[in-house]
């Protein structure tokens, strides 16, 4: 069975600093993954996916994740925070090459980031 | 969350009551999904489908029924069989049914049980 750990309930940054929100998987077969946000009370955004390839992959507002096979691990990634990124994080994973989307989706129980002044 | 609208945004529950969550979308897409979001779970299926007339349980389907009857709706109703419907519902969509696709999610209804 796939499964996904963000090991961290919250995260802490201040504004204008790094920050790493943590993912780790486990999957048969080659993994597909997925960071999404949620703004309080709305939906799940999609911020970006790795698929294949390169394995820093760049996304929305700034955003970046960087697949390590190795450590099976997919850390999302900004180097300077903003007050207005403070939101829940959501890594998913799936197993590549199979059919189905959403259905075949494990989703991690999410990290809230805070970025304070 | 654009081209999915998800009605009410707010719903109570009654003892013994059925209640339906609206879905619709104008994004042309296949496939469609309900997850149910309970704090520091994540997101939990409910139902699936794939295309129009046909449909799947996910994970968690007991207590729940779907329909999709039409491309851009899928409803989910909340039967009394659910014990603990108390959540953040949300639904998404997908243009087909591929693992490197993207869901698209509305803006969620949140039920409550008075």
């Known amino acids: 069975a796939q499964s996904v750990a963000q090991p961290e309930d919250q995260v802490n940054v201040a504004e204008g600093n790094p920050l790493t929100v943590k993912c780790t998987y486990s999957v048969s077969g080659n993994p597909y993954l997925f960071w999404y946000v949620q703004y309080p009370n709305r939906g799940l955004q999609f911020l970006l996916k790795?698929?294949?390839?390169?394995?820093l992959v760049k996304g929305s507002y700034g955003f970046e994740a960087e697949f390590n096979k190795s450590q099976t691990s997919f850390h999302l990634k900004k180097p300077s925070a903003l007050v207005s990124d403070s939101a829940l994080y959501f890594c998913a994973v799936t197993a590549g090459g199979l059919t189905g989307g959403g259905n075949k989706l494990t989703f991690g129980t999410g990290t809230q980031l805070k970025v304070e002044l | 969350d654009g081209g999915i609208t998800q009605s009410p945004k707010y719903l109570f529950r009654k003892e013994g009551q059925n209640v339906t969550l609206s879905c619709e979308q104008n994004?042309?897409?296949?496939?469609m999904y309900w997850y149910r979001q309970d704090p520091g779970q994540g997101l939990r299926l409910i139902y699936y489908?794939?295309?129009?007339?046909?449909?799947q349980k996910g994970d968690i389907a007991e207590g729940y029924s779907v329909s999709r009857e039409k491309k851009e709706s899928f409803p989910l109703t909340v039967t009394s069989a659910q014990k603990n419907p108390t959540a953040f519902y949300l639904c998404?969509?997908?243009?087909?049914?591929?693992?490197?696709?993207?869901?698209?999610f509305g803006s969620g209804t949140q039920l409550s049980v008075l």
């Open positions: 998404a969509s997908s243009p087909g049914a591929r693992a490197n696709e993207k869901l698209f």
């Open positions: 489908s794939q295309i129009v007339n046909d449909f």
């Open positions: 994004l042309n897409h296949d496939a």
């Open positions: 790795y698929i294949t390839g390169d394995n």
